[in-house]
């Protein structure tokens, strides 16, 4: 189902503050996708007038890799990353970004199908 409003900005800033007024313990935000420029990803930061309006924990998604990730932790932009693609893809990525190993790529054809098994616990594990 596609869910659409005239002016999106405006209606997740509302919510972004009024969910204050609710002991809402966190916001989860996905950004839109990164762009390259000069052959970097670069995080748009789209979301930060709706990390500074909401007050509690800001989770921020959306294509971010390990080094991008930390980097806005500690700047401030968002309190936690989500790795959403990366996790699928594997299933230890603590660790591999814990110790630097290399990443398994992920297959989007495998993306929430209907096996059990392909897509979910067919990726292998760091040795």
Known sequence: MD???SNPHSLALYMSTKLNDH???????????????????V????LLPYREAFKGTFIANGGYD????????????????????????NPDLPKRFEVGAD???YDRMTFYT??????YTDYPFLQ
């Not at 002991?23 to 990803?41: F, K, N, Q, S």
């Not at 080094?67 to 996790?87: I, S």
């Not at 209907?114 to 897509?119: A, Q, T």
């Open 23 to 41: 002991d809402i313990l966190y916001i989860h935000m996905i950004e839109p996708r990164m762009a390259i420029v000069d052959g970097r990803r």
């Open 114 to 119: 209907r096996d059990p098994v392909i897509g």
């Open 66 to 89: 390990r080094e991008e990730g930390g980097k806005v932790v500690v700047e401030g932009y968002t309190d936690l990353v989500a790795f959403g693609r990366l996790f699928l893809a």
């Open 43 to 46: 995080v748009p930061k789209r």
């Open 103 to 105: 990443l398994n790529k």
């Open 3 to 5: 869910c659409h409003d």
